[in-house]
């Protein structure tokens, strides 16, 4: 089977194999979960072709003896460290794992640090993720609210906007919230954890775009963030609470619910170490859909930090 990078002239016989194809291999999480469910299609394909985004999409097609046999679409986030593979769509597990493997090997060409994938928590995603050289280092569960809810007569807790001055207190609300193997595998420096924002440049505050940062303040600290995202048939909610706030977490929700629109669902992906945040969620009346499994490849090792000892000044004599 042959995996290259795919052209122009292949859109032909890629449009068919999109349209009937297989179904994708990733996980059906943001922004695959339903109704938003979004799959590659002819249209955007050719959009990929003709107005290439500087790098930051990659798209692989593997051939067999019958023209395309999968298709893998990676993207790059801000500042390129890290890159996430969107789509994997394939006929047979073999051509998952060398789909994946030629995914990771861009990736290493633009100097990547790591690259994650979501699967399926069942047998087929986890074998092609670990043959193609992923670890699993976190597993969760999508979860929705369907329209209609209900947001009035609840006591909430107001967040205010994002602002640049809140970079220090958000990483170390990652470094309180997020366990030390979820740190490892995806940021371990303000460096990588500013890298890990889903966007062609590192986050910046803006008005006009369709996501939004908030920020709890709770006295001098940090005390929980989330992001909204209006998508075109759904809402995405993503939340971190600090842990010696979680007793504000079904107040934060239901704050996050003011900002929602009640005409089409909300959704939002819960990892197994947001225990509070779940809780506040299914409170709020949001139900469980599917388990997910989060890989990351590694392809650069961090470099060790050195022990820097304290060196005492000699007493003065006399």
């Not at 051939?63 to 395309?68: A, R």
């Not at 947001?151 to 990652?174: H, K, N, T, W």
């Amino acid at each position: 089977m042959m995996i290259r990078a795919i052209r122009a002239s292949d859109a032909a016989a890629a449009g068919p194999f999109l349209a009937h194809g297989p179904a994708d291999v990733t996980a059906r999480t943001w922004p695959r979960t339903p109704p938003e469910s979004r799959r590659p299609t002819f249209v955007s394909l050719i959009r990929a072709l003709v107005l290439p985004t500087a790098g930051q999409q990659q798209i692989g097609a593997a051939f067999g003896g019958k023209g395309i046999a999968g298709i893998v679409v990676v993207r790059a986030r801000a500042s390129g460290l890290v890159w996430d593979v969107e789509h994997l769509i394939v006929d047979e597990p073999d051509g998952a794992v060398q789909l994946l493997m030629w995914a990771c090997d861009r990736a290493l060409a633009a100097r990547a640090r790591r690259v994650f994938v979501e699967t399926p928590a069942d047998v087929p995603g986890i074998e092609t993720a670990r043959r193609a050289g992923f670890e699993r280092y976190t597993e969760g569960i999508a979860y929705s609210l369907d329209p209609g809810f209900s947001r009035e007569g609840l006591e909430s807790l107001a967040a205010r906007p994002r602002l640049r001055s809140d970079e220090l207190g958000l990483f170390q609300l990652y470094n309180t919230a997020i366990p030390a193997n979820v740190r490892a595998a995806e940021a371990m420096t303000q460096e990588e954890w500013a890298a890990l924002y889903r966007g062609p440049k590192l986050w910046r505050p803006s008005f006009f775009e369709a996501r939004q940062d908030y920020v709890w303040e709770i006295g001098p600290r940090v005390a929980g963030w989330m992001r909204v995202t209006f998508g075109q048939r759904s809402q995405y909610l993503e939340l971190s609470v600090h842990p010696l706030y979680e007793a504000y977490a079904d107040r934060m929700v239901r704050y996050a619910l003011v900002l929602m629109s009640t005409k089409v669902p909300v959704l939002i992906d819960v990892r197994e170490y947001q225990t509070a945040a779940r809780a506040a969620l299914e409170h709020a009346g949001f139900r469980p859909a599917e388990a997910y499994a989060g890989w990351v490849r590694q392809l650069a090792s961090r470099a060790p930090q050195p022990n820097v000892a304290a060196i005492r000044a000699p007493a003065s004599p006399g």
